[in-house]
């Protein structure tokens, strides 16, 4: 079932979330379907950077650590982004690079989970995990003599937790490639009946889709700030071990930040108590600034729920207008139909021309990626993407498959970040 145009700016006008469009300084007639990979400015951000720049930086030096209360910002920020994900104040930090906290988060859990069981060795994942995560976890793995076992099906990670020799189950909630979600709250039940740990990397869920950390019973989480939560390129990222192990746990990256008394200088380490042992060194004031404008931008919504319920309706119109629009090309849709099993991406096929169909469709200023080898990939993200904005990228995406425009050969040149 498909809709004219007419009836998407009709959805468009009945549409509570908007008027948040106003909050991001996108390019006029872009229809940016890339927030998966990299959020917008929001205005905020530009006028709170110039603020930390020009006054806390500029007048306070360093007496703003204190005043202008720098040295609390990454547990100010972390408990902004708990809300988005079902964890507690005080239990998530941000801090670092997703990839660095995946080292910090599995290094930590491992020894957990090897001190507890030895004779288990191995941590499981997904062929098609983000390959950060695959290589950080090759790494632990080595460093702890245990074996990364991957599967090429998610079906097959159940049957393998059921025989008891995983140590960690380390998974990205939603795929980076296929925008599958797991069941989070199944694995970790799954899991936790063998007494292996999760970890569950967030990037492409923490403001796109509901978590429930806690409820859903997860350990350890980690997750990106400059893909749903807008932070700018490169924003810190955050980690969040739960409550059973952040008191106890050992993080392998013990800096001074992560210590319970870093202005003490004592020279043994101490862990701080809680999450913030996950800190290593001093916190990016800059960078969190921008992130906390951007997580503040997703808060302004009111909630997961609303966001949830527009993105798979615009994610549902775009499987829809493809299905019907778009047919005979050799598109195939990668990501599930099932709502239930839908991030807030779809992924399209093509066995080989994604790249330049790509490569038109962003000329024409619809802006979506390509991920290697054959995936188109198109972030739906209801701050600021309408559903009239839905329907023209499927008619641009018709108009260039139908007119065979992707193969002038400009389209086939690649650039350096797909
Ligand atoms: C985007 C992404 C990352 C990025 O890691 P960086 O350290 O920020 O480069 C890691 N893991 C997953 C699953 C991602 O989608």
Redesign the pocket.
């Known amino acids: 079932m498909t809709i004219s145009r007419n009836e998407a700016l009709a959805l468009d006008r009945d549409d509570a979330l908007a008027q948040h469009k106003q909050l991001f300084d996108l390019p006029a007639g872009m229809i940016y379907l890339d927030g998966n990979?990299l959020g917008p400015l929001p205005h905020a951000t530009a006028q709170r950077l110039q603020q930390v720049v020009y006054e806390e930086w500029g007048r306070g030096l360093i007496g703003s650590w204190n005043s202008a209360h720098w040295v609390s910002l990454p547990e100010r920020i972390g408990d902004k982004i708990a809300r988005l994900v079902g964890a507690a104040p005080g239990e998530l930090v941000v801090a670092d690079?997703?990839?660095?906290?995946?080292y910090k988060a599995l290094g930590a859990a491992l020894p957990l989970a090897l001190a507890a069981r030895p004779e288990r060795r191995v941590v499981l994942s997904e062929r098609h995990?983000?390959p950060?995560?695959l290589y950080i976890a090759q790494s632990l793995a080595r460093q702890h003599g245990c074996d990364l076992v991957l599967v090429d099906e998610p079906g097959q990670i159940g049957p393998l937790l059921d025989e008891g020799n995983v140590a960690v189950l380390m998974l990205?909630h939603v795929n980076?490639r296929s925008g599958r979600m797991h069941d989070m709250a199944a694995l970790n039940r799954r899991a936790r009946a063998q007494s292996t740990l999760t970890l569950w990397?967030l990037?492409?869920s923490a403001g796109a889709v509901p978590v429930d950390l806690n409820g859903d019973d997860a350990d350890f989480a980690i997750g990106?700030g400059?893909?749903y939560l807008n932070g700018g390129p490169?924003a810190p990222?955050f980690v969040w071990a739960h409550q059973r192990h952040a008191a106890h746990c050992v993080q392998p990256l013990s800096g001074w930040f992560g210590h319970a008394a870093p202005f003490a200088f004592h020279s043994d380490y101490a862990p701080a108590p809680g999450s913030r042992r996950f800190l290593c060194g001093t916190p990016p004031v800059l960078a969190m600034a921008a992130l906390e404008c951007g997580v503040d931008s997703v808060l302004s919504a009111g909630g997961m729920a609303a966001l949830r319920r527009k993105s798979l309706a615009l994610s549902s119109l775009f499987i829809d207008l493809v299905d019907a629009r778009c047919g005979g090309h050799g598109l195939a849709l990668v990501t599930p139909r099932a709502d239930a099993l839908r991030g807030s991406q779809v992924s399209l096929v093509h066995p080989d021309a994604a790249y330049p169909i790509m490569q038109a469709l962003i000329a024409h200023g619809v802006v979506g990626d390509f991920r290697a080898p054959d995936i188109l990939r198109f972030g739906f993200t209801p701050l600021y993407t309408g559903f009239a904005d839905v329907w023209d990228a499927v008619d641009m995406l018709s108009g260039i498959l139908a007119s065979g425009e992707w193969r002038k050969p400009s389209y086939a040149e690649r650039r350096a970040v797909t």
Do not use: E, R, W
Request: hydrophobic residues 25%.
């Open positions: 990979s690079s997703t990839s660095v906290n995946a995990n983000f950060t995560d990205t980076y990397d990037a492409h990106c400059y893909k490169g990222a």
